[in-house]
């Protein structure tokens, strides 16, 4: 009986050795899988990011250097050299002043989309130095139009600043930016920079628009991927716990 008692213990014991190595070799190829899918994702991650701003920009006059374009000008709002981030010159706004930017030689324009696109925009403001506390804020915003001309958006916010961000800018440069996603029927848009602060003066340089459609997309995909690989990681090391008990 005890000699039976033994040999059965020893099988057994020898069975969970057996499992949990087997156990053990399955954690380390999930992990190994795991860890080379995620630093897959990883690359594509990084890649995406860095296609981001690939491709031309679609900016008519981005510097503000182009003084034969069309821009609505008027005494609070003008070319000005008091300030530039960079080239010769900026725009320069006093007050609650609106700016359409995009633009040809002889009027505003609008550029063509479509609502499965993307867009990514931005814009460097200065605050003058003199600037008293802002008593609103500033924007950035897309409008679209349908095929037949009908206004689809007004104020689509790419980016939206408050007083307190307008304070910030007081003698220095900041970046304003954001995406853009056309709505449904979209065929065309522009882009808008507004300061709602009425006592403020600012200076509006180096405007940018990518289409980035494709690397948001792949973006997306990166994302997911490094989600999915993150959890295979997480998986495999309590798979791997699991066998190390067992062991």
């Known amino acids: 009986t005890i000699s ?21 070799g399955k954690a380390v190829t999930a992990d190994a899988k795991a860890v080379t899918a995620d630093a897959k994702a990883v690359v594509a991650k990084s890649l995406a990011n ?18 034969n374009l069309f821009f609505w000008t008027d005494a609070n709002r003008y070319y000005s050299t008091e300030q530039k981030r960079s080239g010769t010159q900026s725009f320069k706004t006093i007050g609650a002043k609106w700016q359409m930017l995009f633009s040809n030689e002889t009027q505003h324009i609008e550029l063509p989309c479509s609502e499965s696109d993307r867009f990514y925009a931005e814009i460097w403001v200065y605050g003058h130095p003199d600037n008293p506390a802002a008593d609103n804020g500033a924007t950035m915003h897309g409008q679209t139009w349908d095929k037949d001309g009908n206004i689809l958006q007004t104020t689509y916010f790419v980016a939206y600043w408050d007083a ?5 800018a007081k003698g220095n440069w900041r970046k304003m930016s954001g995406y853009f996603t056309p709505v449904a029927g979209a065929v065309k848009f522009t882009m808008t920079h507004i300061t709602n602060s009425t006592n403020t003066t600012l200076y509006w340089d180096d405007f940018a628009c990518y289409r980035i459609t494709e690397a948001y997309n792949a973006q997306l995909d990166a994302d997911a991927a490094q989600a999915t690989a993150t959890t295979g990681v997480t998986n495999a090391a309590t798979a791997d ?7």
């Open 4 to 24: 039976t008692a033994a040999t059965n213990a020893g099988t057994t014991a020898g069975t969970a050795l057996t499992n949990a190595a087997t156990a053990d």
């Open 50 to 67: 860095s296609a981001l701003q690939a491709g031309p920009n679609l900016a008519t006059n981005p510097g503000f250097e182009n003084t």
């Open 164 to 168: 307190a961000d307008i304070d910030a």
């Open 241 to 247: 716990a699991k066998a190390v008990t067992a062991d």
